[in-house]
């Protein structure tokens, strides 16, 4: 039998006219490992701590963040309205279908399309620092390593290989990573990052 939250969820889907299709198996803690996953804001701000540095000093990095949280506090704010209100697996092109029924078909294209080009991006960005961070690592053991560009690529594709054939064919497996991600690794790391990288700042 299905919990109450859940059955919830199922009467307000059926209100709208949809029917779950999907197996919802992440759980609170699942979530907030792919949350801390997918939003690992402190990795790809100290693999560009170099470039930040050097552009606009230790203000544009601290108060650069400050805005940047506070922006995305904002929309994090606004798509959560929709979100509880219409909470189907559509997200974004649906709410917009949903806010302005008159351009239906042309906003929610473009709406799906962008939604489609971030998350491709998305995986091409943490491939790419994860494939610098490895190498500098590398590089940083072993002095006498001479790191070649086709190393790096093909960490990359390896890496993202990975990824795909994690998302593709073992989805099942994905709950129990980002729950012990969020109970393990990413709250540690991120708190460590923070502190770490405000220190590098400031100094």
């Not at 959560?80 to 042309?106: C, D, N, R």
């Given at each position: ?92 092109y649906h709410w917009v279908a949903v ?105």
């Amino acid at each position: 039998m299905k919990e109450a939250p859940l059955q919830d969820d199922d009467a307000q889907l059926a209100a709208m006219g949809h029917k779950q299709e999907l197996k919802r198996q992440f759980s609170t803690w699942a979530m907030l490992g792919l949350a801390f996953a997918v939003l690992n804001s402190w990795t790809a701000l100290s693999a560009s701590l170099s470039i930040s540095l050097t552009s606009g000093g230790a203000t544009s990095v601290i108060w650069g963040l400050v805005t940047a949280g506070f922006c995305n506090l904002c929309i994090a704010s606004s798509l959560a309205e929709f979100l509880s209100t219409y909470p189907t697996a559509g997200g974004q092109y649906h709410w917009v279908a949903v806010a302005w029924p008159k351009w239906v078909p042309i906003l929610s294209w473009v709406t799906g399309w962008i939604n489609v080009a971030g998350w491709v991006a998305l995986v091409a960005t943490n491939s790419l620092l994860s494939s610098q961070l490895i190498v500098g690592i590398i590089s940083l053991m072993h002095p006498s390593y001479d790191p070649q560009r086709w190393h790096q690529f093909l960490i990359y594709v390896g890496l993202t290989m990975g990824a795909f054939c994690i998302n593709g064919f073992m989805n099942s497996i994905l709950p129990v990573i980002y729950r012990g991600a969020s109970l393990d690794v990413s709250i540690y790391f991120q708190l460590r990052h923070s502190v770490y990288l405000l220190i590098s700042a400031r100094a």
